[in-house]
């Protein structure tokens, strides 16, 4: 199965306002938007990115009213999730706020899969570079398509797998990032950049001037 989420933001505290999943053959088999239990709000930063906004959810229901129904969905199945880490985070953090058992599953990032499909080696984080999603529309919906698309994408490619299923592809293949490509790509490696200019522009003016 495929899973994806929309959520209020992505703090520690931060909760699920819609789920959605999907099979491999691309049939739909949960979407619905979730009323939070105790947020009242959703901040304009998020809504800006998927367009839920709290009123939407007026007459939705609460992750904790719809979750034994995703457990039967997900009990003995793999699910794919684009960056794994996050979406499993906020389902813990949802379940936790709204009283109800954690929801646990087997799950796998296809994030870093696609990752290493991309082959952009990050000298930097001696890794490779994660990719945002392709295709993805920011619903919980069309964010799955997008997944499956990509799942489609690499299995229709050439690249074989070993038997951890890691994507083995030439090492002449591999798209290398330099670090100072790494470092502007970074948001903190944006602010030292901005930092380091400021410093010549003011050095600039204190010698033209003094």
């Keep these: 199965l495929i899973l994806d989420t929309e959520t209020t933001g992505i703090g520690k505290k931060d909760v699920i306002v819609q789920i959605a999943i999907i099979n491999l053959d691309g049939d739909v088999l949960f979407n619905q938007l979730i009323r939070p239990s105790k947020k009242k709000r959703i901040p304009t930063e998020s809504t800006s990115i998927h367009g839920i906004k709290m009123s939407d959810l007026k007459y939705a229901s609460t992750f904790g009213e719809i979750v034994e129904d995703i457990y039967k969905l997900v009990k003995n199945k793999v699910v794919i999730i684009y960056n794994e880490d996050f979406d499993i985070r906020l389902i813990e953090q949802t379940c936790l706020e709204d009283n109800v058992r954690v ?21 930097y984080h001696s890794d490779y570079r994660f990719q945002k999603l392709e295709g993805g529309n920011h619903t919980a919906l069309g964010d799955c398509i997008a997944v499956l698309q990509i799942i489609r994408k690499m299995a229709d490619s ?27 790509g970074h948001p903190i490696g944006c602010v030292f950049i901005a930092f380091i200019i400021l410093m010549i522009i003011l050095f600039f003016i204190y010698n033209v001037i003094f």
């Design 103 to 123: 929801l646990t599953f087997d799950s796998i990032c296809a994030m870093k899969y696609y990752s290493q499909f991309v082959g952009q080696w990050s000298e």
């Design 158 to 184: 050439e690249f074989l797998t070993d038997k951890y299923g890691k994507v083995i592809r030439p090492k002449d293949n591999v798209e290398k990032s330099s670090i100072l490509s790494d470092i502007v």
